[in-house]
Structures are given as structure tokens and as C-alpha cells.
């Protein structure tokens, strides 16, 4: 009798599993700090929670303590990997089988050196004749730096980010570093503070950004030309102590990175991230969306998810997308 | 039934506050550069100063002042030796960064410290309004206002100071208001009798004998003025806290021990030098407070 009922609660527990988590843990996703990362990581949440009928959860970090993370397996997923300055941490993860790399978050990310559009068009324009990124240095005075009045200030990334040091070795090889000074803002948000003051108030402002972002899609901003992207150039520029020679940053595939014995235990949830295919337009979108409905990622996700259905049923099987859908009209 | 018992009250806060730091920003441009140029003419000689000088010289200097402080030879050896173990580990030009840093924001604490402790000191009303305001200002996080006042003043040293200022002043009014209420009453009574006025029984009488507490204020501001530093760095704010922000960013704990290590040094030796200039301030040491 007693077998009878455990074999009978072993039906009923088998039937629904099998429309259940392939993990019996939450998926933990990596949460990165910053905007284009956390909408992406809300939407493949929502996704594989109402699709999948899996719990997510995601640690915070910085990129490269996340990335180590998901080597160690402490996380799952990762929804951000730059390949176009790929952290030293994820190409060690994935040359010792620990990382695998999925799909592709975006295929066409733009990253450089950006000045306001007021500064070099239309009236008032001070520095017309500014158009590359090696022009700077006749413009120092232009973008002077209140703690170093002889210099200019360049707002470089926060340290920690691979963009600081790839910004250093060009400052160097476009001999700016005397001129001037290599700025560390300490966090994303300060960097974000300083441009959006000298946007609002129309003063010259210098400084590395990247796309998507909703602080290029909010303020008109240009960006500075260098000599078309070269990968022995770009590698011997990082190679050396004193570059002389340096060239844009390269187009940027950002793809979606996940922990090598997560994605052999969870084939689907796998599948579903290797069929992952947004682009910069629709992430600058929801950035922009974000920002101007202070919303949070996971609203924006769901915007999405409402309004791009074409786009995202291409990621997932028939009946996980009916699952979702219903969830979003649930909500 | 769709009825909420929690009215929102957060967005319309969130969307007043943003614009009224959109209006600060590019209405009001003149009056913050106003101030923060002032700041930086206060700070920027004194940091060129101390980067600029031969650390022989430096060291020089300390060995005086703590020597003329304390009159203590061993303490002074200590000292010294502390300050020359900053540049052993390789942070001498970030610790005369934060050691400037830490000097105009103690400087501007005081002045802003000791007339509002006194004031508290006299009158209920100020005490009671001002106590709420010194709890905020020591628990509300730092980020909440650094941001905007990083957009209103530039990034860099400016915000720094102004948030070290707002950390640090607090228990230096407390304390003054505490060491001059805690005078006793018969001493003042005295004083009065003997036809002294208001301001002369606060000078002569309550501020000494107030002295032990208010230089222990000055010495809690010194020291929280150092817990800032690394969130000063967050800001762009060059120093000690710069290397434990670097260390925690690029995963380099080393690093972060190194500059941690640094700013306990930096405490250690400003405290031992504020300590030894209270005991040498205090005129009336047999009578404790």
C-alpha cells in the first residue's frame, strides 16, 4: 500500500515536472552594474522564470569579480561579455573549458571618444576645426581641467574597467598625456554626473562613452574619428609601455557568457541563450525608455517583451513563448 | 477590489527632487563654480605644497609639530616613522593628496562646527532643531547627494570635500554643545557674580574648561573626515582611497590592503598629533569635566 501511494506520488510529482526547472536551484544570474546589461539580464530573467518555470536570482559585482564568478560557477549567466575589449579574466575562464559562450546580446555596439555636437557645429561652434581624436591637443584650453589649470581634462573610464587602460595607451599614443589629464571618475555614475552637467549647461566636455547608452541617445554628442580599427595596430598598442601608434575601437560583438556545467545540466535554458539575438537599436530604446519613465530594467523588459514579440519568439520554443506571453498579460 | 492602501509618494518625490537638480545645474552654473573655484584656491597651494616639497622637509615638519605638541620623544620617533612608512609603501603623493583633502574639510568643519556647537550650547530651540539634522547628515548615505553635488561642483576634490564636511561636522558640534553645557553651573554663576558679561563668561570661562570635549570633537571630526576617503575617490577625489578603490575594482586585494593600511597610518598619526595639541591646549587639566 505504502509503495502503491509513493509510486502514485511519483506520477504526480513526474507529470508537472516535466514542464518544470531543469535545475532544482534558482538561476543565478550575473548582475553587471550598468543599464544595456541589467535590461538584458531582466529580460532573459522574465523569460526563462515564466517560460521556463525556473527561480532566478542574480548576485551584484563589478565585471570583472562577476566574470570570476561565473567561472567559479557562483553564477550562471552572464548577459554582457564586450568581445571588442574582452576582460583578460573571461578569456582565461573559457581557454580552461570553465565558460562557454552563447548567443549574442548585440552585434553592433559603438564605443569612443565623444564630444558635445554644440561644440564643433552650428553657431557658436568653438572648435570647428576639431574632427579626430589627435586634433585634441591643439584644444586643451578648451576642456580645462579646474584641479590642473595647464591641462585639459579627459574623462577616462572608471579604473577597474578594460576601457581605462585602453583609453591610457591611446592618450599616449595620440601624445595627449602631457596635455592632458588622464581623469578617473571612480564610478559609471559619477562619469555620468560630469557629462550630463556639461551637456545641460553647453560647456565643452571630452570623454570616453559607449553605445547603447542612454546618455548618447538622450544629449547630441559626436564622436571624435581615429584611423579605422587594424588588429595588429590595436594589439601592439596595448602591448606596449609607450604606444605611439593607435586606431578606433573595433565594431563590438557583446555576447551572452554562461558557466560550462550550467549549460551541460540545462541544455533548454542554453539553447534559449545561444538563440539570444538583440541589437544596439533596440537597447538604446529601452535605456531611453528607462530613463525617461524612471523605470526599472525589469519594466523595460517588459515593454519589450509586449511590444517586440516578433523579435523574441525567435529565441524560444512555441510553448515556452505562450507561457510568457500569458504571464505578461497576467501582469 | 483594486484599492491600494499605500499612496504613492515616491515618484512625485523622485520627479521634484531630479528637477530641482536639473534647475541647480544649469541655472545656478555661475554660483557652484563660484564655489568651487573657492574651495580649490584654499586646497590647491596647500596640495602643490605638500606634493611639491622634499619628503625630507615633510618629515621635518612632522617631527616639529608633534615634538612641540607632545614632548615626547618616543611619540615623535613614532610618528615620524609612521609618516615615512607611507612613502615605504609607495602612497607619499596620494597621502599628501589626502592629507590636504582631510586639512580643508577639518578646517571648514570647525569653522562651521564651533559656532553652531555654541549656539546649541545657549539655546533649546537651536538644539532641538539642529539635533534631526546632524542624524541626517551622519546616516544618510553618502551617494544620495554626492552625485548631484558632483554635478554641481565637477567631479574631483570639490564634492569630496563638501561630503566630508557634512560626515564630519556633526560630532564636532555635538561635542562642543556637550563640553560647554557640562561646565558647571556654579562656576558660571560665579563668573556672573563677579560682573562678567555673556560673552566674556564664554570665553574665559565655558570655552576652556570646555576644551577637553570640544578637542575630542575636533579629533572624531579628523577621524571620520578619514573614513571618507574612499568615497571620496568614488568621486574622482585623488588619494589614499584612490589605491583601495583601484584594489577593488581591478581584484587586486593587495592593493586595497596596501591603501587601507595607508589610511590607518594617516589616522593613527593624525590622531596622536590633534591629542597631543588638546592636552597641550588645556589650560585647566585638573578640572575634569
Known amino acids: 500500500m505504502l509503495r502503491l501511494t509513493l509510486a502514485a506520488a511519483g506520477i504526480v510529482i513526474a507529470g508537472p515536472a516535466l514542464a518544470a526547472c531543469e535545475l532544482d536551484r534558482p538561476v543565478m544570474f550575473a548582475d553587471l552594474n550598468y543599464g544595456s546589461a541589467q535590461f538584458h539580464t531582466a529580460v532573459a530573467s522574465y523569460i526563462i522564470e515564466h517560460g521556463y518555470a525556473c527561480e532566478v536570482d542574480a548576485i551584484p559585482g563589478d565585471t570583472i569579480p562577476l566574470i570570476n564568478g561565473v567561472a567559479r560557477g557562483d553564477a550562471d549567466i552572464i548577459m554582457e561579455i564586450w568581445m571588442s575589449n574582452p576582460a583578460p579574466a573571461w578569456l582565461e575562464a573559457e581557454a580552461a573549458g570553465q565558460t562557454v559562450a552563447l548567443g549574442t546580446t548585440f552585434p553592433d555596439s559603438v564605443q569612443g571618444w565623444f564630444v558635445p555636437t554644440a561644440v564643433l557645429q552650428g553657431d557658436g ?22 584641479e590642473e589649470p595647464e591641462k585639459g581634462r579627459f574623462y577616462n573610464c572608471p579604473a577597474g574597467w578594460v576601457c581605462e587602460e585602453v583609453n591610457s595607451k591611446k592618450l599616449m599614443a595620440y601624445g595627449l598625456d602631457d596635455d592632458f589629464t588622464n581623469f578617473r571618475p571612480g564610478t559609471g555614475e559619477a562619469l555620468l554626473a560630469a557629462v550630463e552637467a556639461a551637456a545641460l549647461r ?49 565594431a563590438g560583438e557583446v555576447i551572452i557568457g554562461a558557466n560550462t556545467e550550467f549549460a551541460s545540466e540545462a541544455p533548454a535554458l542554453a539553447e534559449f541563450l545561444s538563440d539570444y539575438a538583440s541589437n544596439n537599436a533596440q537597447t538604446s530604446e529601452a535605456l531611453a525608455f528607462m530613463r525617461d519613465n524612471d523605470a526599472e530594467p525589469v519594466d523595460a523588459a517588459m515593454e ?18 505562450d507561457k510568457v506571453r500569458s504571464a505578461l498579460d497576467a501582469s | ?40 584656491w584654499v586646497l590647491l597651494p596647500l596640495e602643490r605644497g605638500l606634493r611639491g616639497a622634499p619628503p625630507i622637509l615633510i618629515l621635518a615638519i612632522v617631527a616639529v609639530i608633534t615634538l612641540a605638541a607632545s614632548r615626547n620623544i618616543v611619540l615623535t620617533v613614532g610618528i615620524v616613522f609612521a609618516t615615512w612608512l607611507l612613502g615605504a609603501f609607495g602612497l607619499w603623493d596620494q597621502a599628501m593628496q589626502t592629507t590636504a583633502i582631510i586639512m580643508v574639510s577639518v578646517l571648514i568643519s570647525i569653522v562651521i562646527g564651533l559656532p553652531l556647537g555654541v549656539l546649541s550650547a545657549r539655546s533649546p530651540t537651536v538644539r532641538a532643531t539642529l539635533n534631526p539634522l546632524l542624524d541626517l547628515m551622519q546616516t544618510i548615505p553618502s551617494f544620495v547627494y554626492l552625485i548631484p553635488a558632483a554635478m554641481l561642483l565637477g567631479l574631483g576634490k570639490p564634492p569630496a570635500i563638501l561630503a566630508t564636511v557634512i560626515y564630519a561636522t556633526p560630532p564636532l558640534i555635538r561635542l562642543t554643545d556637550l563640553g560647554i553645557r557640562e ?94 595639541f588638546g592636552k597641550r591646549l588645556q589650560a585647566y587639566r585638573e578640572v575634569r569635566s
Do not use: H
Request: with cysteine; aromatic share 12%; charged share 20%.
Open chain 2, 183 to 276: 561646565v558647571s553651573r556654579d562656576l558660571v554663576e560665579c563668573a556672573r557674580a563677579f560682573g562678567a558679561s555673556r560673552l566674556k563668561i564664554l570665553t574665559s570661562v565655558q570655552f576652556p574648561l570646555a576644551l577637553p570635549s570640544i578637542m575630542q570633537g575636533i579629533n572624531q571630526t579628523i577621524m571620520m573626515a578619514l573614513a571618507m576617503v574612499v568615497i571620496a575617490s568614488m568621486i574622482g577625489a585623488r588619494g589614499v582611497g584612490e589605491t583601495v578603490l583601484v584594489g577593488l575594482q581591478r581584484n587586486d586585494p593587495g592593493r586595497g590592503l596596501v591603501g587601507g593600511l595607508g589610511i590607518v597610518l594617516l589616522a593613527i598619526i593624525f590622531d596622536r598629533i590633534s591629542q597631543a
Open chain 1, 202 to 250: 553647453d560647456e565643452p566636455v571630452v570623454f570616453y562613452y559607449w553605445g547603447p547608452s542612454w546618455i548618447l541617445g538622450k544629449y547630441d554628442f559626436t564622436l571624435l574619428q581615429e584611423e579605422p580599427f587594424d588588429k595588429e595596430v590595436w594589439d601592439a598598442m596595448l602591448e606596449a609601455e609607450e604606444p605611439t601608434e593607435a586606431v578606433a575601437y573595433p
Open chain 1, 125 to 146: 561652434a568653438v572648435a570647428p576645426g576639431l574632427k579626430t581624436a589627435a586634433d585634441l591637443a591643439e584644444y586643451k584650453d578648451l576642456f580645462t581641467d579646474p
Open chain 1, 304 to 321: 519589450f517583451l509586449k511590444t517586440q514579440d516578433a523579435v523574441w519568439t525567435e529565441w524560444v520554443p512555441e510553448d515556452v513563448a
Open chain 2, 1 to 40: 477590489m483594486d484599492f491600494d492602501i499605500f499612496p504613492d509618494f515616491g515618484k512625485p518625490v523622485r520627479q521634484v527632487t531630479n528637477a530641482f537638480v536639473k534647475k541647480l545645474v544649469v541655472d545656478y552654473a555661475p554660483f557652484f563654480d563660484g564655489i568651487s573655484a573657492g574651495i580649490l
